[in-house]
């Protein structure tokens, strides 16, 4: 079933400016800035600007545009952060099991540290 967008969702207000954030980038589909509660050195939230509730809400609705803009973005904000070497990593969590906190769309952008195994163990 498909998820509601809730308008008054942390980012959303960010968006409207009704809240303030570190910005790092901004284009037409998208938005990044620094996670209030940064787990490495660089903690980069990348964003669409549409109200997009997950992954799984973004890759079913939003356009060609929408989609290449966000990842197009996503490299660009690891490119300027200086982290493409010695690496980077990206993580979206969609959702209750993937402990899903904010409900918009957003990608972790995680950097300048040793960032250790994928996943911890269950
Ligand atoms: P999630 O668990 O939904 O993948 O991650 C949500 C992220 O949003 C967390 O890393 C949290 O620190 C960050 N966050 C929550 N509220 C705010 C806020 O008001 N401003 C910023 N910049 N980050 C936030």
Same mark, same amino acid.
């Given at each position: ?21 570190? /910005?790092?980038? $901004?284009? =037409?589909? *998208?938005?990044? @800035? ?5 787990? #490495?050195?660089?903690?980069?939230? !990348? ?13 079913? /609705?939003?356009? $060609?545009? =929408?989609? *290449?803009?966000? @990842? ?5 904000? #690891?490119?300027?952060?200086?982290? !493409? ?38």
């Amino acid at each position: 079933m498909a998820k509601t967008y809730d308008p008054n969702n942390i980012f959303a207000r960010i968006l409207r400016g009704e809240i303030p954030c570190k /910005k790092v980038m $901004e284009t =037409e589909h *998208a938005l990044a @800035f620094h996670d209030i509660n940064p787990q #490495a050195p660089t903690h980069i939230l !990348v964003i669409p600007k549409g109200p997009y509730v997950d992954m799984d809400d973004f890759t079913a /609705k939003a356009s $060609e545009a =929408e989609i *290449a803009g966000l @990842f197009r973005a996503v490299g660009e904000v #690891a490119r300027q952060a200086g982290a !493409v070497e010695p690496g980077y990593r990206i993580l979206s969590n969609c959702g209750a099991d993937a402990h899903q906190e904010v409900p918009h769309l957003h990608i972790h952008v995680f950097a300048g540290r040793d960032l250790g195994r994928m996943l911890a163990k269950a």
